[in-house]
């Protein structure tokens, strides 16, 4: 079974040419299956069947995974039994059909505006780190980009004339956003900086040494300067989250939102609305002039 496990893995990254990120996942996750199949004696991928899934599913969720965290160890499932089935090792598949338990669906965290505002309207001393890290803070916020697909971002990607940046994202799909007057007047500032550190690549973003800066590296400065200037955590995709909920907020256009996310489903970015409506009832409750009353009234 394991070397099986190995040749779809082999599969992934050689024909499919998944990111080393999303092989470690499927492998994480299959693995658990593989354990499983031995606790229960099942000596072939063509022996486990959808009742013994059930049960290791049941087992996951009762020691605390997630319902995300499930269905992504089912559709893993998915995708090495459709392998199997192809390579004429099996003739089934058996998450066909089984679904993850239902979780709660947690909203993500964001920043209101005002807070927002407070972040990138701090004063920033006109040095390599602070002009570098303030650019990375306003084109998070400024273009919602995923942390990798910053980390990833090269300087021929950059429009700054136009105002437009390229990024790479998942499933290496390309797609162009605007960069906001804000973003740009940042980048044009660290950018000269960036040059004298004698970059190794066309980074846009590097460290001291001209190195290119890693996920790590930016996720430590994104903390920092949320614990500096608004003395809370702060992450990557939390300003991507913000950037979403604000924009929606004020255009109410999900389609235009969801395509700058680059959520290849809607349902994704419907999570927004849920945001939205959390901030309307906000404004109702204190704006209202029987909200309260309402809202106290047993009877």
């Known amino acids: 079974m394991e070397r099986q496990l190995d040749a779809y893995c082999e599969h992934l990254r050689s024909e499919r040419q998944v990111s080393p990120h999303t092989l470690q996942a499927y492998r994480r996750d299959l693995d658990k299956v593989l354990g499983w199949c031995v606790t229960q004696n099942i000596g072939s991928w063509s022996s486990l069947d959808i009742q013994r899934l059930r049960g290791l599913i049941a087992r996951l969720h009762s020691q605390g995974q997630s319902s995300r965290s499930l269905a992504r160890l089912l559709s893993a499932v998915r995708g ?3 392998y199997l089935n192809r390579e004429g090792l099996c003739d089934h598949d058996p998450a066909n059909g089984l679904a993850p338990p239902k979780g ?14 407070q972040l990138l309207e701090g004063g920033v001393e006109d040095d390599f780190l602070a002009r570098r890290d303030q650019a990375i803070l306003e084109l998070f916020y400024s273009s919602g980009l995923r942390l990798s697909e910053l980390t990833g971002l090269n300087l021929d990607q950059l429009d700054l004339a136009d105002g ?13 956003l605007p960069v906001g007057a804000k973003a740009r007047e940042a980048l044009e500032l660290w950018l ?3 040059a004298m550190a004698n970059p190794a690549d066309d980074a ?26 608004l003395g ?16 929606l907020e004020s255009s109410q256009d999900l389609r235009a939102v969801q395509e700058l996310l680059g959520h290849s489903d809607i349902k994704t970015t419907q999570i927004y609305t849920h945001l ?18 309402i809202k106290g009234d047993d009877s």
């Open 80 to 82: 090495l039994y459709h």
């Open 104 to 117: 709660e669906r947690r909203l993500p965290k964001t920043l209101d505006t005002d807070r927002a505002l």
């Open 164 to 176: 437009m940046v390229q990024v790479l994202g998942k499933g290496s799909k390309t797609r162009l």
């Open 192 to 194: 000269p900086l960036r």
């Open 204 to 229: 846009v973003f590097v460290s001291q040494q001209g190195r290119r800066l890693g996920p790590r590296a930016i996720q430590v400065r994104v903390k920092a300067a949320g614990e500096r200037e």
């Open 232 to 247: 809370q955590n702060l992450h990557p995709h939390m300003l991507r989250h913000s950037f979403a909920s604000h924009l």
């Open 276 to 293: 939205d409506f959390q901030h309307l009832a906000t404004v109702y409750d204190s704006a209202h002039p029987r909200a309260k009353r």
